[in-house]
């Protein structure tokens, strides 16, 4: 097998100059160091990758995300319906449950809450499926007779053990989850079985789909990284692209439930395939006095013979191996750090702020006199912008600096939403306007402008996603990414489980009654996402401030 990406792990948390010096990542990572580990956290080389190899991870990665994220980006088409007279789920729909204004802002909120929870979960999940990946990987690794037994463990059957020895156990098991959720929550009748259903089960099965497939993925990527990562996380938006009008056709068609148990199957049919194929990471775990035995879940070992470092000193047959468990937590030393604390800041307020849009935009098009199938495909239309959004600032990322150019896409993103969707606001609230008003698109500047910052928003937010991943790798080192990027992306599951929630009771309490919300209704969602986009971009310009203080100023960075 030839080798196309094999390379010392330290280069991979190294960037570039222009004139191509190599400034290293945190020094051997000490700010993640734990003493009696320093032997396997040393770094050896990684085993050689075929370009086959990158390309069964982005395939398979890429429909992870396609099934997982591209459902969570289009869940505002749900939640328009369930918010709607036709709707066939809930016993009562919650427009029409009431004429005060405290039942519909709670009902607006809790159903706002249902996709956010879903969302949230599959991102905040990385706190418990990460050191459970680990635990499996090093069970799989482990020589016979090396792991502690058990009674209960000697009493397993041939089949369990195999079930739950492998990254696939995980996988799969998500699958099964997401499916299962999308089922019960067709026999919902209320809101709370909508959030158990719908909102945590298939969070936490979307979860473990998601990690297992996206987290080796950096490790087969050096130069073009930020690339692969782009084309992988655009898996998002092309699945949303497919999924809001088919969603929107069946909920017209044939009602929620139905949709919902539609939902069910496609998890089931298109993600067993997916999760069967976990890429096993390319991390050496297997030591023996600080050298490297194996990689990851089935990796080749890079002393083999045909790797980048052949020649390297050889461990002797009859030495005895070390299996070391990946670490998933973050020391105190680098959680004191002023780039660790300024990202996981960042990763808050983008996370937070970044979902509103999508989760309103079926909403507020209505509020404007267009259609609900309308509204679905401008959602369609956002998700797949955003798509190749990310992979252009990917590339841009790789070509002028993946920090450089990720702190510019968040500022631009909140110029957006304050220039364009404000705007949007504001003419619709200087004329008093209303959906019979606003019927007419074309000649209606709210709408207009609206349009425009739907495509130029979901441009400059694709950003983030093809270029976080790779700039914890740049940050903080690739041996300590599996702790960063899990913690990272537990934060940002919860700034997810805020932002939209909060959305929905600003967007409530400034209603009138149980009307539906006009489009000037949405000036307090407008203020809340603006602060939240300009909170993450300051943070962003703060962690690239941070890194040049530690590392020497670059331009490229």
């Not at 948390?13 to 190599?22: E, I, N, Q, S, V």
């Not at 249902?114 to 990460?130: D, M, Q, R, Y």
């Not at 940050?475 to 929905?504: D, E, K, L, Q």
Request: glycine share 12%.
């Amino acid at each position: 097998m030839a080798s196309t990406d094999a390379l010392p792990m330290a280069n991979l948390g190294a960037r570039r100059t222009r004139a191509g010096a190599t400034l290293a990542a945190i020094d051997n990572d000490t700010g993640n160091h734990v003493a009696e580990e320093e032997d396997y956290h040393a770094t050896p080389a990684l085993p050689p990758v075929s370009r086959g190899q990158q390309a069964s991870v982005l395939v398979a990665a890429f429909l992870a995300i396609a099934l997982s994220i591209g459902y969570n980006q289009c869940y505002g088409v749900f939640q328009e319906y369930y918010l709607s007279a036709n709707q066939n789920v809930l016993k009562v729909t919650p427009l029409a449950s009431s004429t005060a204004a405290a039942p519909q802002q709670r009902s607006t909120a809790l159903l706002a809450f249902v996709g956010t929870l879903g969302a949230g979960l599959t991102w905040a999940g990385s706190i418990f499926v990460n050191p459970w990946l680990s635990r499996v990987e090093y069970a799989a690794l482990s020589p016979p007779g090396h792991q502690r037994s058990h009674g209960r463990g000697r009493i397993q059957s041939k089949v369990l053990r195999a079930l739950t020895a492998s990254p696939r156990s995980i996988t799969l098991g998500g699958v099964i989850l997401m499916g299962l959720g999308f089922l019960l929550a067709s026999f919902a009748t209320q809101v709370w079985h909508l959030l158990l259903t719908q909102g945590l089960l298939y969070g936490l099965g979307s979860s473990m789909l998601y990690f297992p497939l996206l987290g080796p993925a950096p490790e087969y990527f050096n130069r073009h990284r930020a690339t692969a990562i782009g084309l992988i996380l655009s898996g998002g938006g092309v699945g949303s692209l497919v999924l809001s009008p088919v969603v929107r056709a069946l909920l017209s068609a044939v009602g929620g439930r139905w949709t919902l148990r539609f939902l069910a199957a496609l998890s089931v049919v298109v993600g067993t395939p997916v999760a069967w194929v976990v890429p096993p990471s390319r991390f050496p775990v297997m030591t023996a006095g600080g050298g490297s035995g194996g990689s990851g879940s089935g990796g080749s070992g890079s002393g083999s013979g045909n790797g980048p470092d052949a020649d390297s000193e050889q461990r002797p047959a009859t030495e005895p191996i070390r299996v070391a468990r990946r670490r998933t937590h973050i020391s105190t030393a680098m959680f004191a750090t002023p780039a660790f604390l300024l990202s996981v800041a960042a990763a808050f307020c983008q996370s937070a702020g970044a979902q509103l849009p999508l989760t309103f935009i079926p909403s507020y098009s209505v509020a404007l006199g267009l259609s609900a199938g309308t509204g679905a495909t401008l959602l369609a239309v956002s998700n797949i912008v955003n798509a190749v959004a990310r992979v252009a600032t990917g590339y841009a990322g790789d070509r002028f600096g993946r920090l450089n150019v990720l702190a510019v896409s968040l500022a631009v993103a909140a110029v957006t939403v304050g220039a364009l969707w404000g705007m949007s606001v504001k003419e619709a609230s200087a004329v008093g306007a209303t959906p019979e008003l606003l019927a007419s698109v074309s000649s209606s500047s709210s709408a207009q402008l609206w349009l425009a910052f739907i495509v130029l928003y979901s441009v400059a937010a694709g950003g983030y996603y093809a270029l976080f991943p790779a700039t914890i790798a740049d940050v903080f080192g690739i041996r300590s990414y599996a702790a960063v990027n899990g913690f990272i992306y537990f934060v940002r599951g919860c700034g997810t489980m805020v932002g939209s929630p909060v959305g929905g009771v600003l967007l409530g309490t400034s209603k009138a009654g149980g009307s539906p919300a006009s489009s000037s209704s949405y000036a307090g969602v407008v203020v809340w996402d603006g602060a939240l986009l300009v909170g993450s971009a300051a943070c962003v310009f703060g962690v690239r401030w941070a890194d040049a203080l530690r590392r020497g100023w670059a331009w490229r960075a």
